[in-house]
């Protein structure tokens, strides 16, 4: 049972638009959430994080929204560009899962940025 | 700083025969981790570690083995290789429990 989850495999946007990334979540013990984002042949590299304490974080063109009773999280890129083309992974992560924070990865969105 | 890195890139097996994964890192960090990623699924952590000569089990760890016998090295053996361990492996390391963790560009394993 996949405890987080992006249902949209795929967006397209265009250039200079927002581009708005969700993610669902069902484990209530899960208190610090994560996007990271892969381009093809690399690693995942760290975007933006947030704690369940806040309900908005923001890095420069990116937003993540968290809404604890809905169990949602979402990315906003403003305005997308594209070199924001790529697959957009969200993670969350419990205080008890271990003597590591041990993280829980969606299965990715491809985005594509349409110049 | 290389980062994360990881050896081999590209490997093919055949059912039944045992490999190592390398990963390596420079950042001095005291947690590495193994993941596979499979089509149309996340990440999965197999095992991990949290310092030099500790590790311990993920999600997915049946199937695997790991090692941690230097800070900056974190193995990963498949003894018996099957086909459903055809997959991406991803390491990562981290400086501690709460700190982003940093990937390598993983390895493309098939096992035929």
């Known amino acids: 049972d996949q405890q987080v989850k992006q249902n949209s495999p795929s967006l397209s946007v265009q250039e200079g638009r927002i581009s708005i990334l969700n993610c669902d979540y069902t484990n209530s013990m899960f208190d610090y959430f994560l996007w990271y984002k892969k381009y093809p042949a690399e690693g995942p590299t760290f975007l933006i994080s947030i704690s369940s304490i806040k309900d908005k974080n923001e890095d420069g063109r990116f937003t993540v929204f968290l809404n604890k009773s809905a169990k949602h999280l979402s990315l906003h890129i403003v305005p997308s560009q594209p070199g924001d083309s790529a697959v957009y992974f969200c993670?969350?992560?419990?205080?008890?899962?271990?003597?590591?924070?041990?993280?829980?990865f969606g299965s990715g969105t491809q985005l594509t940025v349409l110049p | 700083n290389a980062g994360v890195t990881q050896t081999p890139k590209f490997r093919v097996l055949k059912t039944g025969q045992s490999m190592t994964l390398l990963c390596a890192q420079d950042m001095n960090h005291e947690y590495m981790y193994w993941y596979r990623q499979d089509p149309g699924m996340g990440l999965r952590l197999i095992h991990y570690s949290v310092g030099e000569g500790t590790t311990a089990k993920g999600e997915v760890p049946d199937g695997y083995n790991v090692s941690r016998l230097k800070k900056q090295n974190f193995l990963l053996g498949l003894e018996s290789a099957a086909p459903s361990q055809t997959s991406v492996y991803f390491c990562?390391?981290?400086?501690?429990?709460?700190?982003?963790?940093?990937f390598g560009p993983g390895t493309r394993l098939t096992v035929l």
């Open positions: 990562a390391s981290s400086s501690d429990r709460f700190d982003t963790q940093y």
């Open positions: 993670a969350a992560s419990s205080p008890f899962s271990g003597s590591a924070r041990q993280l829980t």
